[in-house]
């Protein structure tokens, strides 16, 4: 090798090392274990930008929070109905499967019974007692306009003739309520139209007066039935409008107007009653579906408003992450409650305090997966 050569190559040595000295003196060196302080999470702006951690400063502010309450989706009350026997006998036909959609009037469940062909025969004898009478006091009439009979006798046989057109309306009416079919069974039929829910009943089944055969109710239009805590209630006035979130569909949410609310606390979990009718309904809601109802108080807290992510659970309750210096977060216990759409009140933090609003989830990994006495940049 030349001295030319060799001169050049110390020069470049001396440049790289010079080089690599100054990007050590440019990113601190790691804080030793033991003096990362618990719930710290030390990150390189290397794995800051891979986390793509967002933060945001306090400002502190009243906000309304509001509670999450569980409900179910239902019929309305004034929609629904339950059709019982009003008969006593054995099902010979039921005419409908849950689902099946029926109009006011329409068949159910078949029923025989002994009521019926006893009412039947009532109403034949009825009948043949009225055109007797009727017989009788159109002869009566003629005799006693010529003054055959009195009119005492006429009058009797006017009553009786009355008193005959009584019994064929009151058997007729005996059938009408019995809804007898053409071949002699007692009908039970759908007082309203609406969709069948729910059939008790199988064919063959022996039934009495009373026993509940079918449900159905409305699907057009649907309740959602939740119980909310009587703090809370008191913010509620009908007509309010709450929206409604479906476990069945993650993410669809529809508003709700508060149609009826209970007059009375349940005292086993401190509720109240209430029913709220969905604007529209989502395709795949149906009666019996969870949903639930967010619920805004009328009283205000002192804190701020942050995207739910924001917040991270521990064991020990919830938590923010506080920047103490760049690349280094600190966990804070906040008490959190729900507030808008997708956002959360938060206390507990100072004013001006500058927090975590993306990439909290990261850090929670972060400080879980770090072995207690581990280095924070060992994350």
Not at 109 to 134: C, P
Not at 180 to 200: D, I, K, L
Not at 290 to 316: N, W
Request: proline share 6%.
């Amino acid at each position: 090798m030349t001295r030319a050569r060799r001169s050049a190559l110390a020069v470049v040595t001396v440049t790289f090392g010079l080089t690599a000295q100054a990007c050590r003196q440019e990113e601190p060196a790691p804080e030793p274990a033991d003096q990362v302080p618990e719930g710290v999470v030390i990150l390189s702006q290397a794995q800051v930008d891979a986390s793509e951690i967002t933060t945001t400063r306090v400002t502190l502010a009243p906000v309304r929070a509001s509670v999450r309450v569980p409900g179910t989706v239902g019929s309305p009350d004034t929609a629904r109905a339950s059709v019982g026997s009003v008969v006593e006998g054995r099902v010979v036909r039921v005419d409908v499967l849950p689902g099946d959609r029926v109009e006011a009037g329409q068949p159910l469940v078949e029923i025989h019974s002994h009521e019926v062909s006893d009412a039947q025969r009532d109403l034949t004898a009825a009948q043949a007692r009225l055109s007797y009478q009727e017989n009788a006091l159109g002869r009566g009439r003629r005799l006693y306009e010529a003054g055959a009979i009195s009119l005492e006798e006429f009058q009797r046989r006017e009553a009786d003739h009355s008193e005959a057109s009584a019994d064929v309306l009151r058997a007729r009416e005996m059938l009408e309520h019995l809804h007898a079919t053409p071949t002699g069974e007692s009908a039970a039929q759908a007082p309203r139209a609406g969709t069948v829910f729910r059939v008790h009943v199988s064919t063959g089944e022996a039934v009495l007066p009373g026993t509940p055969l079918v449900e159905l109710g409305a699907t057009e239009t649907l309740w959602v039935t939740a119980f909310v805590p009587e703090n809370t209630a008191a913010a509620l006035s009908p007509g309010d409008q709450v929206p409604v979130r479906f476990r069945s569909l993650p993410g669809e949410v529809v508003q709700g107007r508060l149609v009826r609310m209970g007059q009375w606390v349940d005292p086993t979990n401190r509720s109240v009653e209430a029913r709220f009718e969905l604007e529209t309904v989502p395709e795949g809601v149906r009666p019996g579906s969870f949903a639930t109802v967010d619920v805004t108080s009328r009283s205000d807290v002192e804190g701020m408003e942050l995207p739910e992510e924001a917040v991270v659970r521990f064991d020990d309750g919830n938590a923010v992450f506080v920047v103490e210096a760049p690349g280094r977060y600190r966990r804070v216990m906040v008490e959190a409650e729900p507030a808008r759409d997708g956002t959360v009140a938060v206390t507990g933090v100072e004013e001006g305090t500058e927090v975590v609003v993306g990439g909290a989830y990261f850090l929670k990994a972060a400080l879980e997966l770090e072995p207690e006495g581990d280095t924070g940049d060992a994350t």
